[in-house]
């Protein structure tokens, strides 16, 4: 009985079946491949390569291997890149012609080249072949050839270039003197986007280089208008309209990849209107963070946006200065990061540490910066001065630099690193807890008993009855008033009462 030729190929799990030393027509050594040596990339070379295979199907000699069940298509995409018959049935429906390719001389090298030799991995390849099968299409030398250009011209290491193509497998056919030179042109003349910013625009988003020079500079114009309706007294924008919008894709030449109509105008709209910081507050909040053009409107800035004016009852201005001042909290998980910072330090700090400057605070980590200071401040006595004293102010001890914060507290910085370290190994770090700590003075002691019989207004009741029973509250309980009742009952009781 006649067996299958073994495919050549990327197969991550499965170890290759042993290979005669030549083939049935005779021809080299089977494991004998030409030499793989770098050459330097040429322009002219690159754009004289044929982009898509010529002879691609098993043919002459090979016929009897065919009919004795030589690999077919579906079976080399099974082995090397672990694609089920529905992802090939798809793939054939798309691009017919790869059933007859020759597997072995044809597709086995090109699998070779971009999963192992350029570092795409069959994962990645997988998915690209799903998304766009006409990469199997492109010829090997016109693969190498773009794999030299993304190398030379981007600063892509060469690990990382199959995963480059596999993103936007287009730039295997795009013609480098039409779309890919121009672009690369644009971005680092006219932009001036530097090197290494350049390589990471092509690793994280190579569809900007796919795009045409006309494009890129109209998402750029229309920035430019932007900044060009913004007050000019402003120092943000004192460079002009046109640098300020060049500066601020130098920052994140990324956004080039967001729709000016679909993404970038509502996100604006929502900033000047919704927010409340107008057409030049919103220009400015840009030019101090793009990244947050990146985020979505629904499911990052409207909630995050609802959290602050509503729950931490900040209103619309005030929470409007906020994301202005801290533009990465809109980037903040509200279960995750917003909600327990600001519950742990409203309630570490009560009642001095408003909302406000709890929620400016959330930028720094709770387990590596807000519990260990806390802490430290507890294990020298100093809660009951950062209640009095304005220099231990929430914001003033979480923004100083740790050598600073050591002087502030009279501790050792190797203490102090300990205890970050044990903060951030305590699965209970940030839980909230009873306040024992002086700062309460003799009058509030004296009246604890009468204290604790008063009446409390309804959302105080609740907060009450929540911390009677546990030390922390959930996401799905936690509110700001809750969260003062709460503090108030736990300093109450946490010195000298019997609720433990």
Not at 15 to 22: D, L
Not at 105 to 126: I, M, W, Y
Not at 152 to 162: L, P
Not at 251 to 256: I, L, R, S, T, Y
């Amino acid at each position: 009985a006649g067996c299958a030729t073994p495919a050549r190929g990327f197969a991550p799990r499965a170890r290759r079946p042993p290979r005669p030393s030549t083939s049935r027509g005779g021809r080299f050594p089977r494991g004998t491949r030409a030499a793989r040596g770098p050459s330097a990339f040429v322009a002219g070379a690159f754009e004289a390569e044929d982009v898509f295979d010529a002879d691609v199907s098993v043919a002459g000699e090979d016929a009897r291997d065919a009919e004795a069940g030589a690999v077919s298509f579906a079976a080399f995409c099974a082995t090397a890149l672990e694609m089920t018959d529905a992802d090939v049935a798809k793939v054939l429906d798309r691009v017919p012609k790869l059933k007859g390719y020759d597997v072995d001389r044809v597709l086995a090298p090109k699998v070779d080249l971009l999963a192992l030799e350029l570092g795409a991995g069959a994962r990645a390849l997988r998915a690209a072949v799903k998304r766009d099968p006409r990469l199997l299409t492109v010829s090997l030398l016109r693969l190498r050839a773009t794999a030299r250009w993304v190398e030379a011209e981007c600063g892509v290491g060469q690990k990382s270039v199959g995963a480059v193509l596999c993103k936007q497998p287009s730039l295997a056919w795009l013609g480098v003197e039409t779309t890919l030179g121009p672009a690369v042109a644009f971005l680092r003349d006219e932009i001036g986007v530097p090197a290494e910013s350049l390589a990471a625009v092509a690793a994280k988003n190579p569809s900007i280089l796919a795009m045409s020079v006309s494009n890129l500079r109209e998402k750029r114009d229309f920035f430019v208008n932007v900044f060009a309706d913004a007050p000019e007294s402003s120092g943000a924008f004192s460079v002009g309209p046109l640098e300020t919008a060049n500066g601020v894709f130098r920052k994140n030449p990324q956004m080039f990849a967001l729709s000016v109509k679909n993404s970038i105008v509502p996100k604006l709209q929502f900033f000047a209107n919704e927010l409340g910081l107008g057409a030049s507050g919103a220009a400015l909040l840009v030019t101090k963070s793009p990244a947050i053009l990146h985020l979505s409107l629904e499911r990052n800035i409207k909630p995050t946006t609802t959290f602050l004016v509503t729950e931490l009852c900040l209103g619309r201005e005030r929470a409007a200065k906020l994301v202005m001042s801290r533009p990465t909290v809109l980037a903040y998980s509200i279960d995750q990061k917003l909600r327990p910072t600001v519950a742990y330090l409203t309630h570490s700090f009560f009642p001095t540490c408003d909302a406000y400057d709890a929620a400016m605070c959330t930028t720094y980590s709770l387990k590596g910066r807000i519990v260990p200071r806390v802490r430290a401040l507890k294990s020298k006595g100093l809660m009951a001065t950062a209640f009095k004293d304005p220099a231990f102010k929430v914001t003033y001890v979480m923004c100083a630099s740790d050598a600073r914060f050591c002087a502030m507290a009279e501790m050792e910085r190797e203490k102090y690193d300990e205890l970050v370290k044990q903060a951030k190994e305590d699965p209970d770090a940030g839980r909230i807890g009873w306040l024992t700590d002086g700062r309460r003075d003799e009058n509030e002691r004296n009246d604890e008993t009468s204290a604790r019989d008063k009446k409390k207004e309804s959302v105080a009741e609740a907060g009450a009855a929540l911390s009677a029973s546990k030390v922390s509250l959930t996401s799905e309980e936690w509110t700001l008033e809750a969260a003062r009742e709460m503090a108030a009952r736990a300093l109450r009781e946490g010195e000298g009462g019997t609720s433990r």
